[in-house]
């Protein structure tokens, strides 16, 4: 595999990081995940203004914008041989004198790379199931995509391997807020509900489409502090991320729900279907 590296493209077993970089000291470093399909880096502007606002946070002087990052991404595409793919574009601080350190970080490590993934067939599903552990409180203000990923890691070795099953957090006082690499979402009648971002759940790219999505398909959203109750009133039930895009819920505990059967589940697919290969933001969605 073929991986950018600052400036250079080079051999995945080349690639390179000094243990002095304070992503790997200390955490300091955010990521994205996002799918390319046909050759079209969806959402890239979202994805790209999201990471931007987090390393304002981390104290990382670096933008990104489009015209920068889609010749990179061109150029992953071409030598891997690829056309759709999984890529994951990664920025730490870069290297620093050892302490905590309050400057800004001037020269970070910038590093995408990308693995083969076709475009989606049919709409899979999964099962749910509430976790033990509860979702950690965000380091700062907002969840950020950052290297902390530990309570997610921790959430997956409790639910266990299976890519059928996806685990759900609730926060200390025990509100629903995400999946474990997913945000939630339920509806009833004409209505969609969702965790607040206020919650301290990571606010997903796909979370925010989706919402705009479905003022499209005139659907009214709801977003707050919601019991793991709430989910037995549902009518359909579904997570999203990235790379998953929109995957219905056919089980939450010993609950059936109707996965992708589900009437609004298959209209948002179906919606979501025809922006892949077009959108580079959500804003853009007419
Ligand atoms: C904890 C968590 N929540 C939500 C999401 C969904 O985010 P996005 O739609 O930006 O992929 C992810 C994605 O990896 C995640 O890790």
Redesign the pocket.
Known sequence: MIVFANGEYISSDEVKISPFDHGFLYGLGLF???RIYEGHPFLLDD?LA?LNEGLRTLGIKAEYRRHEILPILKGLLAANSLENAYVRMNVSAGNGEIGLQTAEYEEPNLILFMKPLGTPSQLGEKKLALLNIRRNTPEGAT?L?SHH?LN?ILAKRELGASSEAEGIFLTREGFLA??????LFWTEGETLFTPSVETG?????????VMKLAGKLQLGVQEGFYPQEALLEAEELFV????QEVVPVSMFGQKTFPGKEGRVVQALSRQYGECRRKLWTRNSLQ
Do not use: A, D, M, P
């Open positions: 994205e995940t996002f994805h999201r969840r995509k990923y997610n995400e999946g474990i690499v997913s945000n759940i990571l606010n997903g790219i796909t979370r925010q489409f999203t991320n990235s790379i």
